[in-house]
């Protein structure tokens, strides 16, 4: 085999970095990846986002979250869907707005995908949202969130045609609060929100001594204990 010469070569690994750059930067920076991503025409937002998120009581609850996140982004908010420069609709597999939103998208909503998974299809005007649970919607708005950029009159949703679903069924992260301050309910509640925005599903508060034991009461120093009357909060509101 013939050798190249060293300045061909450079050349040759340089093109191919650019191409690969190139390639990295058609897609935004989500966070996680989705695991299928094709690049779609941007939607700008104009009239506000609206979503259309039918009578189930979880996917309501996820619609409120994404808009609430939004407009204190100063992404503006369409009232009604008549007024709405986007409208987002939420759709369960099986239903006739999921067949003809998977048809559009030449998609397939496949059995590895029914836990928590979903495919987010943008058009002109439409974003559709296509999952089997309640866990896929919410995860499906949560990257929506990050494909909203701007805000105002400059406010956009970068076009994208996903199949996305988690590659793990369990996605945590234990915190210590055995050593340090302890971080107020408010913080926790906040840190959830946080941790759902990215699809991390487990979140494992760490405690020695600064539980407040009832048959311990002596165990944890004042000013730095976390009560069971906290904690029931805190798991009823993750």
Known sequence: MPAFPRPLVVALLLVATAATLRAQSAAP????LPREFTAQPDQPVRGGLFVVAGDDVEDRFAADDFLGALG????PIARTAA??????HLHRVGSAGASRALARGALAFDSTMRSEGYVLLSGEGVVDIVAASDGGVFYALQTLKQLVSGSEGDARVSGAKI?????????GLHDDYSRGPIPTVEFQKRLIRQLAAYKINVYSPYFEH????????????PG???????????????
């Open 29 to 32: 920076a989500l966070i996680p």
């Open 72 to 75: 204190a982004r100063g992404v």
């Open 83 to 88: 007024a709405a420069g986007v409208q987002v």
């Open 163 to 171: 199949r996305d679903w988690p590659a793990m069924r369990w996605r």
């Open 210 to 221: 600064t539980f407040d034991y009832a048959a311990y009461p002596l165990a944890a120093p």
């Open 224 to 238: 730095g204990r976390v009560s069971a009357a906290e904690m029931r909060d805190l798991v009823a509101y993750a």
